[in-house]
């Protein structure tokens, strides 16, 4: 199993902007995805996770309201879409197939002026 991200970098606050996970390796679209982050000094921590029912998901509270999880079971890829970032997003962004223990190797997004 191979998960690759991409689309992090550097946004001011109150920017956007959108990771991709492109997943291999598995059949996609029966598992759920999740994304998790790890700032610096902190521990990993899930912020969002999407089933096999693409309606079915959950965000932790820090979240809900400004990023949106969705997956396109046709290209094999979990998207997060992060808006009104704040500098407290700044972390390395994961993704990991829900109940595996099968990781990407992670993003980097800045949030700072």
């Known amino acids: 199993v191979q998960l690759v991200e991409s689309g992090g970098g550097l946004v001011q606050p109150g920017g956007s902007l959108r990771l991709s996970c492109a997943a291999s390796?598995?059949?996609?679209?029966?598992?759920?995805m999740s994304w998790y982050r790890q700032a610096p000094g902190k521990e990993r921590e899930w912020i969002a996770s999407i089933n096999r029912a693409p309606d079915d998901k959950k965000y932790t509270d820090s979240v809900k309201g400004r990023f949106t999880i969705s997956r396109d079971n046709a290209k094999n890829t979990v998207t997060l879409q992060m808006n009104s970032l704040k500098p407290e997003d700044t972390a390395v962004y994961y993704c990991?197939?829900?109940?595996?223990?099968?990781w990407g190797q992670g993003t980097q997004v800045t949030v700072s002026s």
């Open positions: 390796g598995l059949t996609f679209s029966n598992y759920g």
């Open positions: 990991k197939v829900r109940l595996r223990d099968y």
